[in-house]
Nanobody
């Protein structure tokens, strides 16, 4: 099993920044995918950004158009940690942000989520 724990959420004013972290523990994989998702009140969960690790290299995957140019995803395999740097935050970025991972093309493991609230 894999455990994913997010941190770094909080309350920030519009235009501000936050950095989310996701620490993975438990079973390890040489190849995996990890991603950030978010779910705003009354809305479906949506994909934000993802990374893929293969052959000892971390590749940046897709980034949602709604956050492109403002959010940056990265991973530190040595620390088993994935990050989401969020800049120029907008009120519409308010959501619970989830970390997810898997060893193939599906996200099999999920964290509990961290709340991000952006005030106008």
């Amino acid at each position: 099993q894999v455990q994913l724990v997010e941190s770094g959420g909080g309350l920030v004013q519009a235009g501000g920044s936050l950095r989310l972290s996701c620490v993975a523990s438990g079973r390890t994989f040489s190849r995996y995918i990890m991603g950030w998702f978010r779910q705003a009140p009354g809305k479906e969960r949506e994909f934000v950004a993802g990374i893929r690790r293969s052959g000892g290299i971390t590749f940046i995957g897709n980034v949602a158009d709604s956050v492109k140019g403002r959010f940056t995803i990265s991973g530190d395999n040595a620390k088993s940690t994935m990050y989401l740097q969020m800049n120029s935050l907008k009120p519409e970025d308010t959501a619970v942000y989830y970390c997810a991972g898997g060893d193939s093309a599906t996200y099999d493991y999920w964290g509990q989520g961290t709340q991000v609230t952006v005030s106008s």
